[in-house]
């Protein structure tokens, strides 16, 4: 059974950099797209980005200044920072992984983390 | 303001038909496959069609989808309480080297 799960802080202050790391279990890294997903609070969903288990990467273009993610297969993780944040970056992250770039099959159970001083 | 146009909201009784509807264009559904997914209330996505039509294992056969041009729809025959939820269409887009578009969300309600 497949299971993601992240993890990193739930609160960032502004102007800072939010990391967060999801952790596979029960499949290796490889061969999926390993993506991170966004909600904000009363908003729909909002890919981030993704990372092939080849290593190579493809960003929301609205995004693609600020983030970068990337994979550790020893560690069975991938993980996303996101730079320079907002309150507008608040929001539920999933990560997911997929067969292909928007067929995500499997979802972490999600993470709140709150931009705020 | 998401590229796929979907209705903000639909309604149905129990055991009625109701459909989605999520519009785009040439460079993501007109060109590529059409997904669907639905989100319970407190719940993470699940990924309900894929391939435009094409339920994953264990989506019961009440969930189908289509795609027509640049258009897509999601049915749901049978209409359950259980089924009030969220639901995103997605797709890939072609523009600007490449990247996944969500839908807006559909919000439905089972009365």
């Known amino acids: 059974q497949v299971q993601l799960q992240e993890s990193g802080p739930g609160l960032v202050k502004p102007s800072e950099t939010l990391s967060l790391t999801c952790t596979v279990s029960?499949?290796?890294?490889?061969?999926?797209?390993w993506s991170w997903i966004r909600q904000p609070p009363g908003k729909g969903l909002e890919w981030i980005g993704y990372?092939?288990?080849?290593?190579?990467?493809n960003y929301n273009p609205s995004l693609k200044s600020r983030v970068t993610i990337s994979v550790d297969t020893s560690k069975n993780q991938f993980s996303l920072k996101l730079s320079s944040v907002t309150a507008a970056d608040t929001a539920v992250y999933y990560c997911?992984?997929?067969?292909?770039?928007?067929?995500?099959?499997?979802w972490g159970q999600g993470t709140l983390v709150s931009v705020s001083s | 303001q998401s590229v796929l146009t979907q209705p903000p909201s639909a309604s149905g009784t129990p055991g009625q038909r109701v459909t989605i509807s999520c519009s785009g264009s040439?460079?993501?559904?007109?060109?590529?496959?059409v997904y669907w997914y639905q989100r319970l209330p407190g719940a993470a996505p699940k990924l309900l069609i894929y391939?435009?039509?094409q339920r994953p294992s264990g989506v019961p056969d009440r969930f189908s989808g289509s795609k027509s041009g640049t258009s897509a729809s999601l049915a749901i025959v049978g209409l359950r309480s259980e089924d009030e939820a969220d639901y995103y269409c997605a797709a890939w887009d072609d523009s600007l080297s490449g990247h996944v578009l969500f839908g807006g969300g559909t919000k439905l309600t089972v009365l």
């Open positions: 029960g499949d290796s890294i490889s061969p999926y797209y």
């Open positions: 040439s460079s993501n559904i007109g060109n590529n496959y």
């Open positions: 990372i092939y288990y080849s290593g190579s990467t």
């Open positions: 391939r435009n039509n």
């Open positions: 997911a992984r997929g067969i292909e770039a928007a067929s995500l099959g499997y």
